[in-house]
Nanobody, 126 residues
Framework: QVQLVESGGGLVQAGGSLRLSCAAS????????MGWFRQAPGKERDFVAA????????LYTDSVKGRFTISRDNPKNTVYLQMNSLKPEDTAIYYC???????????????????WGQGTKVTVSS
């Protein structure tokens, strides 16, 4: 099991930027993929972005392509989500997730992630 702690959420105006961070511990960080998901009030948890174990491949949901960037720093056991040009519809709780053991490739499937952070709230005002 991996322990994950997110930080960096907050309130921002539309068009602004935030950077989320997620610190991991408990398993060799460079051995597994990482992902970000989000959950808006009354909605299901949805995929946002994922990155493979060595950081060489990324995936994004269509609505954030060109605005969000996922990256990782393996020596620091940390994954980031840089969010630019934020929109009110980006408002949600954002969750960091660790890929299941052996998952080195980036995946959009929530079932491929078996450890979750507590979430960090992002609110974008219009």
């Amino acid at each position: 099991q991996v322990q994950l702690v997110e930080s960096g959420g907050g309130l921002v105006q539309a068009g602004g930027s935030l950077r989320l961070s997620c610190a991991a511990s408990g398993r060799t960080f460079s051995n597994y993929a990482m992902g970000w998901f989000r959950q808006a009030p009354g909605k299901e948890r949805d995929f946002v972005a994922a990155i493979n174990s060595n950081g060489g491949r990324t995936l994004y949901t269509d609505s954030v392509k060109g605005r969000f960037t996922i990256s990782r720093d393996n020596p620091k056991n940390t994954v980031y989500l840089q969010m630019n040009s934020l929109k009110p519809e980006d408002t949600a709780i954002y969750y960091c997730a660790a890929g299941r053991s052996g998952l080195g490739y980036a995946s959009k499937a929530i079932a491929d992630f078996d450890s979750w952070g507590q979430g960090t709230k992002v609110t974008v005002s219009s």
